[in-house]
């Protein structure tokens, strides 16, 4: 096996460095744009409790697992998988499932990361101001269908993530989630504040947080399954790959709560700046992906001070999604150093160009990102979730198994619950989330 030995290999410098590279590749645009709009389009209050419950009962015990399996090997997904089950073994597949996903769904995410970037240009350069809800609404549009200002932003965002993956696990990517992650909660914390002075937060409050369990359909339950895996970056081999860095004594469990709970509390916090602004501004919230490139950009224009809060908002919203992209272009720089022995700089060079080029169909039309979007999360993130449960909770020995997750850890005392809930109610929820992927519907 070539290459993937621990010495040279990088590590974290600081315990608290993992938990924000972790995090800041778990709180991305599936927590700013895509959790608030799925949140209106279900109703509220009650999928909010059901998205708390996929986080808690599935994509925490997922999430131990593929930590485990990568801090245990010190190696990427497909090396990891491999050491794991043997040569030639069914199982790696789960390993190229995840250097695949790291392709596509990049390929498509850093299309809408290009839009965040146009955004803050726009709100810096004063586009908003005066404009109509028409005239708002046309200019995303114009943006979105052009495919040369949408090309152009994604190889802006591309360029900036790989510079960033270029510089290695602890001067690169820890040295910016440590720089960007406190920004990033500055500034939620700061809009917060706005949004608490504005006459439409106590609606807003009760929307995201009043139990309407009418409002509950069984597509919301099986969305908010399948938007949990997303928005914690699970199944493509991230958290193992960020896991592989990890020192051998820190402790898996303790750290996989602390990073599921900044995903989610960023996530309720961003709902809870959103959606005051939209209902004090009389605006529909259940608009969409149009929600934060329409409707706030509206609300923004009737505001005053609206251009600078809207600067903040995207500026926001892109460092959020650039945490994101350097996960996602790890797992597969790290794939051809660890299997081909590549250097980091041409494994970054080579699969950022590559990703670029793949992203091109989707900046050009909605038909190939949609296609991108859902084969993705529907498909390929649960089949890779699914798997890496179903394999550490059958395949890998008890005692692999046992030592990562008491190693340092306070949380010891709940091994017998965590592998019960990953040998049984995981496989289960997740094989609903898959079938109604593939059309059969339970619900
Ligand atoms: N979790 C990221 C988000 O919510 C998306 C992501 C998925 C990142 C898979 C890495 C791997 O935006």
């Not at 794991?84 to 995410?109: A, H, M, R």
Request: hydrophobic content about 55%; glycine content about 14%.
């Amino acid at each position: 096996m070539a290459g993937g030995d621990v010495k040279g290999r990088g590590t974290w410098a600081t315990g608290i460095g993992f938990i924000l590279a972790a995090a800041g590749s778990a709180v991305g645009l599936g927590n700013i744009w895509r959790f608030p709009y799925i949140t209106a389009e279900n109703g509220g209050g009650a999928f909010v409790l059901i998205y708390l419950g996929c986080i808690v009962l599935v994509g925490l015990p997922i999430m131990i697992a593929e930590i485990m399996i990568g801090r245990s090997t010190q190696k990427s997904t497909v090396s990891a998988f491999r050491e794991l089950s043997g040569k030639g073994s069914p199982w790696i597949s789960l390993g190229w499932i995840g250097v695949l996903c790291g392709f596509l769904i990049l390929s498509y995410y850093a299309v809408v990361a290009g839009w965040a970037l146009h955004y803050v240009w726009r709100s810096i350069s004063g586009a908003f101001t005066g404009q109509s809800a028409d005239q708002l609404q046309a200019a995303f549009e114009q943006l979105s269908t052009d495919g040369g200002q949408s090309i152009l932003g994604m190889m802006i965002f591309m360029a900036i993530t790989m510079a960033l993956v270029l510089g290695g696990v602890e001067k690169g990517i820890e040295r910016w989630a440590r720089i960007l992650m406190p920004v990033l909660l500055l500034m939620l914390v700061g809009l917060l504040l706005h949004s608490l002075t504005l006459s439409g937060f106590g609606d807003a409050f009760r929307f995201v947080f009043g139990f309407h369990a009418d409002d509950l359909t069984g597509a919301g339950v099986l969305e908010a399954l399948g938007h949990s895996f997303f928005t914690l970056s699970l199944g493509m081999g991230a958290m193992l790959t960020y896991g592989s860095y990890l020192h051998r004594k820190a402790d898996i469990v303790g750290n996989s709560v602390a990073i599921a709970l900044l995903d989610t509390g960023i996530a309720l916090l961003a709902c809870l700046v959103l959606f005051p602004i939209t209902f004090t501004a009389g605006i529909e919230t259940a608009q969409g992906p149009g929600l934060v490139f329409i409707s706030l950009p509206i609300a923004f224009a009737k505001m005053a001070g609206g251009g600078i809060l809207a600067t903040v908002f995207f500026a926001l919203l892109s460092f959020a999604a650039l945490t994101s992209t350097i996960s996602m272009l790890e797992v597969a720089v790290s794939y051809f150093i660890d299997e081909h022995g590549w250097k980091r700089r041409k494994a970054t060079l080579v699969s950022g160009a590559a990703i670029t080029l793949i992203g091109i169909p989707s900046a050009l039309g909605r038909n190939w990102f949609d296609l991108m979007a859902d084969f993705t999360s529907n498909i390929l993130l649960p089949v890779g979730g699914l798997g890496t449960a179903l394999f550490i909770a059958w395949k890998v020995g008890d005692r692999l198994r046992r030592d990562e997750f008491i190693a340092g850890s306070r949380f010891a005392t709940f091994y017998g619950l965590w592998l019960g809930v990953l040998r049984f109610f995981v496989p289960i929820a997740v094989g609903l989330v898959f079938l109604k992927a593939i059309g059969i519907n339970i619900f």
